[in-house]
């Protein structure tokens, strides 16, 4: 699947450049599943290979990669293993409250 872009604000959907010409450097934009949805349509009880958490910066800007990499002053792959960090997490937190309801 791919991400759509939804702006209420701007009336725009399925625009992510939209910002591009706003003149405002886009840093970090995160785009997020539902990790409860995710679970569920797993039966096999396995987590699913998609994260909850993806930066999606790079589809949202014209920059290069080497260009937001400089913005944001940390390597590409840093970036990667904190959104893998916090993806996991999600997971751990939901997984705890879906056995505290079934409790």
Known sequence: GRWVHLDPCEAAVDNPLLYSSWGKNQT???AFYDPYA??????????SPIQPVEDVTLRYTNDEIDVVT???GIPEQSVAEAVKEVSCKMVSKLKDVVAVTKS
Do not use: H, I, V
């Open 38 to 47: 995710m679970m569920a349509s797993t039966s096999d009880g396995k987590d």
């Open 70 to 72: 400089e913005r944001r």
């Open 28 to 30: 970090y934009l995160m």
